[in-house]
């Protein structure tokens, strides 16, 4: 039990206060389940309207550096249509994907109800209240049934210090997902194996992701760790590289060499296939190097609030 409740000035935040071993006492924030769900809601119309204004500004780059005239032409279409989503308010592409929500949970805060019912209803609500597509269906392969409301999301809960809760939403359309890939790499394999992956996996890609791409890549760890680095890079603004100057200048040179590919806007040939490379990396097993690319439309959708 608690000892006592405190009520910030605002008559808003309570802060639990409650008995820690050693005799230690902690303050605990609480958020109630429905600022949660409110928040979601809100974050699923504003990550289908908008265009990161980062997306926007390099594709605007991009493409007064782009050599196909056609390329031009569909890249200018890409801003006109990013231009019209946020002025009606309806989405950048019919693909509003499936919900991927990143949460970031300060140790110091109790979510008072259920987080992932909240984090479901506001998923619910932002898709049915911003008349946004339902795409997610029940069962993945005997009865493939839509669950009618976009749920449920894919989530992903950290722990970090402090009382705040950040709730990142990224939703995830398959023409892309779809041609994402992941590789366990021998350790001799090394940068050269990473970069053939990373060429043969945007060949193989070709005109489905709608390209130019975004590719969120994540180096190490396991199987599953280096997928989701790799769908956490996407969440980089595309114009901040890796904090790490080596794997900086990897991001620049696979940048390079995705561009020379030819695939093109839309698949149909250009020096712009991909916006960013954007990397993620972890310690791994000493035998092994998985990698893992995850690749994104050009709109790489994403928003987020603090609580």
Request: hydrophobic letters at 45%; charged letters at 20%; a negative charge.
């Amino acid at each position: 039990m608690y000892n006592n409740v405190m009520v910030d000035e605002d008559n808003t935040k309570k802060l639990y206060v409650i008995p820690w071993r050693m005799g230690r006492v902690g303050k605990m924030r609480v958020i109630a389940a429905d600022d949660v769900a409110t928040a979601v809601a809100d974050l699923a119309a504003k990550a289908n309207y908008y265009l990161p204004e980062d997306i926007y500004g390099e594709i605007v780059k991009m493409r007064n550096k782009e050599e196909s005239g056609l390329g031009k032409e569909l890249m200018l279409q890409l801003l006109e249509n990013a231009a019209i989503a946020a002025r009606d308010n309806v989405p950048i592409c019919q693909d509003t994907g499936m919900a991927v929500v990143f949460l970031e949970l300060g140790q110091e805060v109790h979510i008072d109800g259920d987080l992932t019912l909240a984090v479901n209803r506001g998923i619910a609500q932002g898709y049915g209240d911003s008349y946004l597509r339902k795409s997610v269906v029940s069962d993945p392969l005997f009865i493939r049934k839509n669950t009618g409301d976009n749920t449920p999301a894919v989530m992903h809960v950290s722990i970090v210090s402090g009382d705040k809760l950040k709730i990142i939403l990224a939703p995830k359309g398959f023409g892309s997902e779809n041609m994402s890939a992941v590789r366990m790499l021998k350790p001799s394999d090394g940068i050269d194996g990473v970069k053939k992956f990373t060429i043969d996996t945007v060949l193989a890609a070709g005109a489905n992701p709608c390209p130019p791409i975004v590719i969120g890549m994540g180096l190490g760890g396991t199987m599953e760790k280096a997928a989701l680095l790799a769908k956490q890079a996407l969440l980089r603004p595309i114009n901040r590289r890796n904090s790490n100057p080596d794997y900086a200048s990897l991001e620049e040179e696979l940048l390079a060499l995705v561009n020379w590919t030819g695939v093109g806007p839309q698949g149909l040939g250009g020096t712009t296939t991909a916006l960013a490379v954007n990397i993620e990396y972890y310690p791994t097993h000493i035998a092994g190097l998985p990698v893992a690319i995850n690749i994104n439309c050009h709109a790489t959708r994403h928003a987020e609030i603090i609580l």
